[in-house]
């Protein structure tokens, strides 16, 4: 069982808690807020017996092997830093961080300091995503692929009225692309692999963020189209086009369900199994079999994942001009 802490105390950093325990190969001992009172009240909720308002000793804490960070997207680098640099496993929520500078750095740092640093995706490591991309050839040659995601936010009320939340903010990393976006674009590097060429199309807000956006990957035979949008909503499925069949995804994520249709007879069957509700369990549970093991060659997977990932948001974000804060 690894000991745990959490910097964050949003309702992510309730979930991953939630997932930890019901994975049963993580143990939360310990939360971070710099406010005592929300890590108090946090720490009450899930029986956590150490709380702390200074990251420094927090890092420091003998207590703790690992921790989840779930902060603003812009400070995740500086926290990851001080735990790898303390000797401590690192899951970071996506966006992991805001360019590909700081992550080539954070890896380095890991390594130097004999401990992991992972990104908090939870689709790739459920098993439908496994199920995909095993009978993917059953689809014959692809042709085209749309993977949307497009959910309103509550918070974009607020952007509206004149606020300017974080996940709407250059100033904490924000944007349509590296919070939504992320997710189908982790699954189509998780299938596809790398792209051959990147072009975004944005919906730039005051903020100078993007509020939505079209993604467009370039690989060898076919296209995938990301749609992704926090200023609208979408009934849309996930799908993927081949020349002998087409899959249907309900969701990118989570991948709930996954229907194949076959291109001449149009039958359609259903490929997918029933996972977990608390679907963030399986990233728990990987991750912890990856630092308990030392399973370098599944780490050097997912580290080659977040690689890709960030080249392409990074990329996408300097063809529009969309500058974070700790870039300038």
């Not at 360019?99 to 490591?125: K, M, P, S, W």
């Not at 309103?152 to 590296?178: K, W």
């Not at 609208?232 to 499925?237: D, G, T, V």
Request: charged share 25%; hydrophobic share 40%; with cysteine.
């Amino acid at each position: 069982m690894i000991k745990f802490g959490t910097v964050g105390t949003g309702w992510i950093t309730e979930s991953f808690i939630q997932a930890a325990k019901l994975s049963e190969q993580l143990q939360l001992v310990g939360v971070y807020s710099r406010t005592e009172a929300k890590a108090k009240q946090l720490a009450a909720t899930y029986n956590a017996p150490y709380i702390y308002t200074d990251i420094e000793k927090m890092a420091k804490s003998a207590e703790i092997e690992a921790v989840y960070i779930a902060s603003p997207n812009s400070v995740h680098f500086e926290q990851a830093l001080t735990f790898l640099k303390n000797k401590k496993h690192v899951i970071c929520e996506k966006p992991v961080f805001s360019n590909t500078a700081e992550l080539d750095e954070a890896y380095q740092t890991a390594e130097e300091n004999g401990v992991y640093l992972f990104e908090a995706i939870r689709n790739i490591h459920t098993p439908n995503f496994r199920i995909l991309k095993n009978k993917l050839s059953m689809a014959g040659k692809l042709r085209s692929t749309m993977l949307p995601y497009i959910q309103y936010s509550s918070r974009y009320d607020l952007f509206l009225e004149g606020d300017e939340p974080n996940i709407f903010s250059a100033t904490y990393s924000g944007g349509a692309l590296v919070d939504l976006g992320v997710y189908p674009l982790y699954l189509a590097v998780g299938l596809f692999g790398e792209p051959k060429q990147v072009s975004y199309h944005p919906v730039l807000l005051r903020s100078g963020v993007d509020g939505s956006g079209t993604l467009v990957l370039t690989y060898e035979d076919f296209v995938c189209t990301i749609l992704c949008s926090k200023i609208s909503h979408s009934e849309l499925r996930c799908e993927i086009h081949g020349e002998k069949g087409t899959f249907v995804l309900e969701d990118a994520a989570p991948i709930s369900e996954i229907k194949f249709v076959d291109s001449h007879s149009q039958e359609s069957q259903i490929v997918s199994v029933e996972q977990a509700e608390q679907n963030m369990v399986y990233e728990c549970i990987n991750i912890a079999r990856v630092i308990e093991t030392k399973n370098d060659e599944e780490y050097q997977q997912l580290k080659n994942w977040s690689k890709i990932v960030l080249r392409i948001t990074e990329e996408a974000r300097k063809q529009n001009n969309i500058v974070f804060a700790s870039e300038k």
